[in-house]
């Protein structure tokens, strides 16, 4: 995770950080031990079995940084559907009706103004392939972003999970350098790291 995760940016203590796609909470356990208690970790999971354990997570650490969010981040507010299916919530997405549930969708803008957020020092997003759309509801935040570690979702062989090139529009689009990781297994080659 280490290696993955943190390329070419290592949180630290007093930042602000997002994880986007926390599912149960195993990245978010780690996060909030980097920023600190002078840092902040919002946990954005919109499947609710795997929310439910990481706000559980959450609740048994008593982590004043960390605010879990049960929401999809969206390109415009409203509801979403995802599917939620408890023995494969690793694989939950938008995309596909199986197993669906309703969730609020929201943008990430609208999500850093109701939280008082005013910059964002590093974003993990890996969402199943709704990285494209959660990206577009960033316009207002985007210049007070410096980092992203972004798992695009090509790898799926499907339409909907196609999301390297458009995620690489948008990052050069909105002024960061951004780099593929190219090695390692089939998902790995395609994590994407940006930078200011």
């Known amino acids: 995770m280490d290696d993955l995760l943190f390329s070419r940016y290592r949180p630290r203590a007093g930042d602000v950080v997002f994880d986007v796609g926390a599912g149960d909470g195993g990245e978010t356990l780690y ?25 559980e997570l959450v609740r048994r650490n008593a982590w004043p940084q960390v605010t879990p969010l049960h929401i999809a981040l969206t390109s415009t507010p409203g509801s979403v559907t995802i599917s939620d299916d408890p023995e494969r919530w690793v694989a939950g997405n938008i995309f596909e009706a199986e197993g669906s549930v309703e969730v609020e969708g929201r943008t990430f803008d609208d999500v850093c103004e109701s939280l008082g957020i005013e910059y964002v020092d590093w974003v993990k997003m890996n969402i199943e392939g709704a990285e494209k759309d959660a990206l577009r509801g960033m316009e207002r935040m985007a210049p007070h972003i410096r980092h992203f570690t972004i798992s695009c979702h090509d790898f799926l062989g499907t339409e909907w999970g196609r999301s390297k090139d458009e995620v690489l529009a948008w990052l050069e689009g909105h002024g960061f350098n951004a780099e593929m990781r190219g090695e390692g297994d089939f998902v790995q080659q395609l994590y994407v790291y940006a930078w200011r």
Do not use: K, Q
């Not at 996060?31 to 706000?55: I, Q």
């Open 31 to 55: 996060l909030a031990s980097m920023v600190g208690a002078s840092g902040r970790v919002v946990s954005v999971e919109a499947a609710p079995t795997p929310f439910g354990r990481l706000h």
